[in-house]
């Protein structure tokens, strides 16, 4: 691994940290569903989709407070990231932002697709 690679690398911690984040909001979000009509697939592409934003917003924190301790402030405050963060996100975008910005797209893509198939419900099943 080059220097530069390494330089950008998360350490173990905020890894598990991330993973954590995807895992608990997942199974949060499909452990708080008590509608009975909802297919167990579209429940699992919403809660999916939500857990990989969550697991996004703690990467970008996680980079932003290895960057500087003002931009993980900034992120901290509930809309002034959503502002900041593209501009953050482009700023570092090769120094490790790349990956957390396209899981959080497929966050989004997930939850749109997961939220279409919840409001319609006459869906047929994808399992």
Known sequence: MSDEA???????IALWC??????GVTTYMISSATEPGIQRSD????AAGVGC???????FF???LQRSVWWSIILLVPLLNTLVLPIFVRYYWGEGTRFPAFLALV???GEVIGALRLMVG???SLV
């Open 6 to 12: 390494k330089k950008h690398q998360l350490p173990v």
């Open 122 to 124: 006459t869906t047929p």
């Open 53 to 59: 934003i969550a697991s996004a917003l703690v990467w």
């Open 107 to 109: 966050g989004i893509a």
């Open 43 to 46: 429940l699992l592409i919403f």
């Open 18 to 23: 991330v993973m954590l984040a995807f895992g």
């Open 62 to 64: 996680i980079v932003a």
